[in-house]
Each structure stands twice: as C-alpha cells, then as structure tokens.
C-alpha cells in the first residue's frame, strides 16, 4: 500500500511538471524535452513495480523497458537543453533514444533470459547505457553551467543535473546486485521514494522561479549596432533582465564603470577563452558580485552571450569599413575574440539574419 500511494504521488507531480514545461514556452527545445521526460518517467514509475516486472509477460514488459532506457538519453538531451539557450534538437538525438529503446525492447522481449550467446552482450549494453549517458549529462553542465547568470536557474540546473546523474548510478548498481536485474520490495520502495524526492525539490523550486528566469525569452534576432573602429564596441542588450534592476550604489557604480573600461576601452573581450571567473579577478571584485550585475543591471542572462556582444560589434564594424574590405573573414573574427569561425558565424548570423560574407557585402555596397 505505501509503494502504491508513493507511485502515485510522484506520478502526479510529474505530471504537474510536464504541464508546467508544456504551458510556459511549448515551443522551446528545453520545454519539449521536459515534457518527453516526465512522461517517460511516469512510464519508468509504472513498469518498475515489484509486481508488475514479475507477473507480466516480458513481451509486454518491453515497450516499458524500453522507455525507462530512453529516459537515459532525454535526461541527456534534456541537460544539454537546461544549460544552453540556444539548444536545437538534432537527429542524433532522435537516433540515440531511438536505438537506446530498441537495445532495451530487443533484450527485454528476446535475449534476455534466453540462451543466446548475444544475451551478456545485449544485458551489459543495455545496462551500460544509462551510465554512459549520465556521465555526458555531467559533462554537458560542468561545460555551461558558469556561464549561466541567473542565479536561481544555476542552482536549480545543478540540482537537476547532479540529482539525476546520482539517481541514474545508483539505480544501476542497485539492479546489478539484483537477482536477474529486478528490484525487491524494498529496494523499489526506496527508489521510489528517492525519485519523490528529487521530483518534489525540482517541482517546488520550479513553481518558485519567474518563467523568465526558468526559460529564455522568446525574441527575434537582434542587430547589433556597428561601432567605427576608434570608438569602443558596446555590448548588444540582447534580453530583457531576467529579474527587476537592483537600486544601483556607489560600489555597483564602481564596478559597472570598471566592467565597462575593460570590455570597451581594454578590449577584455578578444582574451582567449574569458570566463567570468577571469574577468572577475581582472576586476579585483568577487565572481557572484560581477555576476548579479551583468544579469540584473545590465540584463545578460548568459555570460558568453554578453561577451560575444562585444565581440560581434567589434567584427561588424570591420565589416562595414572599406578600408578593411580585403581583410579575411576569419582574421576579423579571430581579431573579435572568437576562436575558430565556427561560432563566429553562428553568433553573427543569429543575431543579424545574414552571414558575415553577407553583412559585409550589404554595407560596403551602401557606402
């Protein structure tokens, strides 16, 4: 009876958490595979009963399976999506779910169990995967998560992350040291009662945040207004801030006029690899300080997007003068602050419409 009221208790608030997903920005990558992923886990919550995995006929187990395995790859795509605005869903996603399900339908409702000289090699596949994806869903936060401005968010996607990560680990040990790899009473009891928990924080730190914090605000492309090259670049405000602006003070002053010398007049902006720890030690002020300002001053929620404001202003105005009209794409980029033209033309065409080559023939044709 307490399994029962526990699953079903999670059951709703996961539902709870896909209406949310869905009803604050459905059109968004990070949205829909939240969604995808609550339901999936409802799925999971069902097909690991202690009952239900020992009286129903492994054929019609699969399906369940199958889904509780791919859950693994959406809670991979779903970090990816959690610390990258800018996140787009790709067929490799698709294909990774997609070939995750059928190793697990395949081993569940054939091998498994089976004399198959394939059924170690499907069993440990199988069990391989929600490790292996959990370790890319760790490696997806740590390279992102210092970026992100908004506080809230931040603590909130490391909880998700490292949550989810520790879940998916000790699950598996779990089902490892299990007879044929299900849970007793117990232990599905637990694991239950461990994924409530999870849930429960993750729903009440959810209903907690503006949706603005929570998700990016839906825009169209911004133009970065060009600079001349003897004037200093100015960052491009590409958000609205994600939290009301703080009553600015004589400190904040200081360091807002101090953040503006060396991005606009030093040029801390074309530094390889700058993260804001970095620039936090060249302004001799703590990292959280310099943080709250970029994001509720000046409205960045992203600490990369806030330098490549500078960046692509600096690269548009060596666009548009004539006088560097021979000079190469990539010297102008690289110059920028951009490491490779790779990003360089993303940024450039996601926040003008046009390509770098494109933007440069326009102006120069105008002048």
């Not at 969604?35 to 069902?46: N, R, T, Y």
């Not at 009286?55 to 790859?73: E, H, M, T, Y």
Request: glycine share 4%; hydrophobic share 55%.
């Amino acid at each position: 009876m307490l399994d029962a009221a526990l699953r079903g208790v999670l059951l709703a608030l996961l539902l709870v958490l896909a209406l949310v997903f869905g009803r604050d920005r459905p059109r968004l990558p990070v949205a829909r595979v939240g969604v995808l992923l609550a339901l999936g886990l409802c799925v999971q919550v069902i097909g690991s009963t202690p009952m239900f995995e020992a009286s129903v006929p492994r054929l019609w187990q699969s399906p369940f399976v199958a889904v509780s395995v791919g859950n693994a790859v959406l809670f991979w795509v779903f970090a990816q999506a959690l610390f990258d605005d800018d996140f787009e869903l790709r067929p490799l996603h698709v294909a990774a779910w997609l070939a995750a399900a059928a190793l697990a339908a395949l081993n569940c409702a054939v091998v498994a169990g089976s004399a198959s000289v394939l059924a170690p090699v499907t069993t440990g596949l199988q069990r391989a995967v929600p490790l292996v994806f959990a370790v890319l869903a760790a490696l997806a936060a740590a390279t992102r998560w210092r970026a992100d401005l908004v506080e809230g968010r931040r603590r909130l996607r490391m909880f998700i992350v490292v949550a989810g990560v520790g879940y998916s680990v000790g699950m598996l040990a779990v089902r490892l040291a299990s007879p044929r790899g299900q849970l007793s009473d117990s232990s599905a009891t637990a694991d239950v009662v461990i994924m409530l928990l999870i849930v429960a924080v993750v729903a009440w730190r959810m209903l907690r945040l503006t949706r603005s914090d929570l998700f990016p605000v839906a825009r169209a492309p911004a133009v970065i207004p060009a600079v001349m090259p003897d004037r200093p670049a100015s960052p491009l405000p590409v958000e609205e801030p994600a939290e009301p602006e703080l009553a600015p003070d004589s400190a904040e002053d200081r360091l807002a006029q101090s953040l503006q010398h060396a991005m606009a007049v030093e040029h801390a902006y074309r530094r390889e690899d700058l993260s804001i720890a970095t620039l936090a030690s060249l302004l001799s002020a703590p990292e959280y300080r310099l943080r709250r300002l970029i994001n509720q001053r000046l409205g960045h929620r992203n600490f990369n997007a806030f330098v490549n404001g500078f960046r692509l202003a600096e690269a548009m105005a060596a666009l548009a003068d004539s006088s560097k009209r021979e000079l190469p794409v990539l010297t102008i980029a690289l110059t920028a602050g951009f490491q490779s033209i790779g990003p360089f033309n993303r940024a450039f065409k996601a926040a003008t419409g046009l390509t770098p080559t494109e933007f440069r023939k326009q102006k120069l044709a105008d002048s």
